[in-house]
């Protein structure tokens, strides 16, 4: 659900029952908008919608708040969906797995 764009560790999806939802995130280090992750390939404002199982390129913020504003990843769910979000900085990727129902977030 939108939060204003404050930072939260797992944002839940709400709606009503069977409706598909869209979540758009950026990955931040540190709880500072400086060290933000977001979608590669640009500078311009973007929405990459996220598959489980598909990589996706990342960039990193450069400590300027105004990088990657705008450039958003999002998954689709139905309320109560769970994905477990990685980042490989070493490869600059960012993964997605849906996770099943009662499994671990770590």
Request: charged share 25%; glycine share 14%; proline share 6%.
């Amino acid at each position: 659900s939108f939060n204003d764009w404050t930072l939260d560790e797992a944002a839940v999806l709400n709606a009503a029952k069977g409706d598909m939802r869209r979540e758009e995130f950026q990955i931040v280090g540190d709880g500072r908008w400086e060290k933000r992750v977001f979608p590669g390939g640009g500078m311009g404002a973007v929405v990459v919608a996220m598959r489980p199982g598909q990589p996706a390129p990342a960039a990193e913020g450069d400590g300027s708040q105004q990088r990657g504003h705008g450039r958003n990843w999002a998954i689709d769910g139905l309320p109560g969906t769970r994905f477990r979000i990685n980042y490989n900085p070493a490869s600059k990727q960012v993964t997605c797995e849906q996770l099943e129902s009662g499994e671990a977030q770590s």
